[in-house]
């Protein structure tokens, strides 16, 4: 059973899905980053491939982005980096970015390299499905890459169940059609749609992720989905000065813990 | 005879907005609804009778159309040709945008929204869209480059006494690309209000041929008014600037299908093609993806968007809109790139032989006159898209320093 499958199987599954710019802090700091997060408490991992252009981003993941490119990040660099993942960690690792760079790589040999590091899925949230189907499905299929699409609260019920029998692994729901790291917490608009979610007929696990920073946002959507994604509020308090980056304390703030 | 080229359309997107290999609407799917609402609606509303009155009712009593086809006579003594100028730059606030932007709003005020967002670079969509908006008492935010704030100041200040909120724009090179990213991250995070007026012929799939369609009105004139002056509805050439493309689109639409006008785009060059410091999309781009669509970009081996440059803001772009892309691909069209100091030059020349002074983007059309074999019998319509007022300062910081 293939490890995102497996991390899912069960509806109650509280699986914390943390979310990364990679090359942010620092240019190597993509595999310390990883093995932190694993050892305190996320079950699944987000890397953020930065774009000069990330329109559907808010404040800090521009920032991240930016900093990362300047910090020399690309494709190539990153999967030299990646490289190593399945020797230090059977974390589940899915990417996340925009598609132009993607394109300029060449999707086959995107796809090609991602699979022999051992990546479990792709997030391109400006792929359209339509475009995926009729152009890569065959290739994310060749390389067992997992394609993981993006729904909201203005996505009608119809289109939902289209993107739902596209993806594999999970369903991705932004909690409200929003740039990355609006506002956090919800409202009960956003309980109405959490709730509409929980009661539809989905193929695939659902994670719902944006406005979320806290142990109570995060309490919130375990009651509806398999698992929470949180992003701007970990890249924020990304610490470069010590060691850890402050991931232990984070984690443990965010999973309410005391150490 | 006609029937038969205008069914096969080659120059016109496909139901999935789609020119040759250019085109589409690459868009997160937080955009998906609003794009998918004027997707359905918009063919339909333009084309309806109601709209249409309206639309051209203000064109005619507030935007001041037809716009004059005004035969040049030194720059055609000058050149060796009949030139003739469409003055775009007559049309009230200066420049063609606003046949645009008077389309958009009537569409979003029939989809029932109620606040309008835009993004501008030279200021002139942006004014365009606050005095439509100003107009028809809509909520108004035109997101700029703090760096084109600077550089035509004088549209910023027109923005705010009519209403509109202008906010700067201050990620990557502070221009119109950064501008529309935030109109977009806007947009995204207001998904049921708010209509976004695209400025030029970019963006997803409707906003180039939505964009197109409205600015058509300017060669259906070019059309009917040489026809008047001279027997022949088509001209010899049609020469544009083209920073996303929408006034070269509007009067290149008509004659799209008659391969016998010869279709002249101009690019910014900034200080040259391979100085680094250009906008020219079309020669040192590559096929990629910017605001949602598939285009000629100018881009990174590692497909990162790289920073325009160009002394006019409303050329600063670093793609175009996939209707040129695609009649570049097919040489439908010919594009030059012009240098700022070409385009300079062409503004001092048009303003001292014609006593009309150009927009710095339209100088990019007028300085590829110099760079054809023209015929005395030829007759070349430049389209002179807008007004220079807004370039003053540029313009006379070269005077200072001849
Ligand atoms: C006078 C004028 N001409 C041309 C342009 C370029 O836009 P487009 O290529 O869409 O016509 C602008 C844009 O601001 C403009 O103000």
Redesign the interface.
């Known amino acids: 059973m293939k490890r995102l499958d497996q991390l899912l199987m069960n509806k109650n599954s509280r699986v914390v899905n943390i979310y990364f710019t990679a090359g942010y802090p620092s240019l190597d700091s993509t595999m310390s980053i990883i093995s932190l997060l694993e050892k305190h408490g996320a079950g699944l991992i987000e890397v953020g491939m930065p774009?000069?252009?990330p329109?559907?981003?808010?404040p800090v993941i521009?920032e991240s982005s930016?900093i990362a490119?300047e910090n020399g990040m690309?494709?190539?660099l990153l999967f030299e980096q990646l490289k190593s993942l399945r020797t230090v960690s059977q974390i589940p690792v899915v990417l996340m970015g925009?598609?132009?760079?993607?394109?300029?790589?060449g999707m086959e040999k995107f796809l090609s390299m991602a699979s022999s590091c051992g990546i479990d899925g792709l997030i391109l949230?400006?792929?359209?499905p339509?475009?995926y189907e009729s152009q890569y499905i065959s290739l994310f299929e060749k390389h067992e890459i997992y394609p993981i699409?993006?729904?909201?609260p203005?996505?009608?019920q119809e289109?939902i169940h289209y993107?739902d029998s596209l993806s594999k692994g999970f369903l991705y729901a932004?909690s409200s059609?929003?740039?990355t790291g609006?506002k956090s917490g919800f409202n009960k608009d956003h309980l109405a749609y959490f709730e509409r979610l929980a009661s539809t007929d989905l193929k695939n696990p659902l994670m719902i992720g944006f406005g979320i920073s806290n142990n109570e946002s995060l309490e919130t959507v375990f009651r509806y989905a398999s698992g929470a994604i949180v992003g701007s509020a970990f890249i924020k308090n990304l610490n470069e000065k010590t060691e850890d980056f402050g991931i232990p304390a984070f984690m443990n703030h965010l999973l309410n813990k005391t150490k | 005879m006609q029937s038969e080229t205008l069914n096969k359309r080659p120059f016109h997107s496909d139901a999935?907005g789609f020119y040759g290999d250019f085109g589409?609407?690459?868009?997160?799917?937080?955009l998906?609804?609003?794009v998918e609402e004027l997707r359905n609606n918009y063919l339909e509303i333009i084309g309806s009778a109601d709209f249409q009155k309206d639309y051209q009712k203000l064109l005619r009593n507030y935007v001041g159309r037809p716009t004059p086809l005004y035969e040049a006579g030194n720059l055609s003594k000058r050149y060796g040709a009949r030139i003739f100028l469409k003055r775009e730059d007559l049309n009230h606030t200066g420049a063609h945008k606003i046949n645009n932007t008077v389309g958009q709003v009537l569409l979003a005020r029939k989809l029932g929204k109620k606040r309008i967002i835009a993004e501008t670079g030279a200021g002139q969509h942006g004014v365009a869209t606050a005095t439509v908006c100003a107009l028809m008492q809509m909520e108004c935010i035109v997101y700029m480059g703090s760096v084109d704030m600077e550089r035509q100041a004088p549209n910023v200040a027109r923005m705010r006494m009519l209403g509109a909120k202008v906010v700067p724009a201050l990620?990557?090179s502070r221009t119109l690309?950064d501008a529309t990213?935030e109109a977009?991250?806007d947009w995204?995070?207001n998904?049921?209000s708010t209509h976004y007026i695209i400025g030029s012929v970019v963006g997803p799939h409707p906003y180039p041929d939505l964009v197109a369609r409205l600015q058509a009105v300017i060669s259906e004139e070019i059309k009917a008014q040489l026809l008047s002056e001279t027997g022949n509805p088509n001209p010899d050439y049609v020469i544009a600037c083209v920073g996303g493309g929408s006034n070269a689109a509007g009067a290149f639409y008509h004659f799209l299908d008659a391969p016998e006008v010869k279709l002249i785009g101009a690019e910014a060059a900034g200080e040259g093609i391979s100085s680094g410091k250009t906008a020219a999309s079309l020669v040192v781009g590559?096929?990629?993806?910017?605001?949602?669509c598939l285009t000629s970009?100018m881009?990174t081996?590692?497909?990162?968007?790289v920073e325009p440059h160009s002394i006019s803001a409303g050329l600063d772009y670093p793609g175009i809109g996939p209707l040129h892309a695609h009649l570049h691909q097919t040489h439908r069209a010919l594009y030059y790139s012009i240098t700022d100091n070409e385009a300079i030059k062409a503004a001092f020349e048009l303003s001292e032989t014609e006593g009309i002074i150009p927009a710095l983007e339209t100088a990019h059309a007028l300085a590829v006159l110099e760079k054809l074999q023209l015929k005395t019998t030829d007759k070349v319509v430049v389209n002179l898209s807008g007004r220079g007022d807004k370039d003053l300062s540029t313009y006379m910081k070269i005077l200072e320093s001849r």
Not at chain 1, 99 to 104: H, I
Not at chain 1, 125 to 128: G, I
Request: net charge negative; proline share 7%.
């Open positions: 774009f000069s252009d329109l559907a981003d808010g521009q930016r490119l690309n494709t190539d925009y598609l132009n760079p993607v394109l300029q790589y949230p400006d792929l359209p339509e475009v699409f993006l729904i909201t203005q996505t009608k289109r993107l932004v059609s929003s740039t609006g | 999935s589409g609407a690459f868009i997160p799917e937080m998906y609804a609003n990620s990557g690309k990213n977009i991250r995204i995070n998904p049921e590559k096929k990629g993806i910017i605001h949602g970009l881009q081996e590692d497909g990162q968007i």
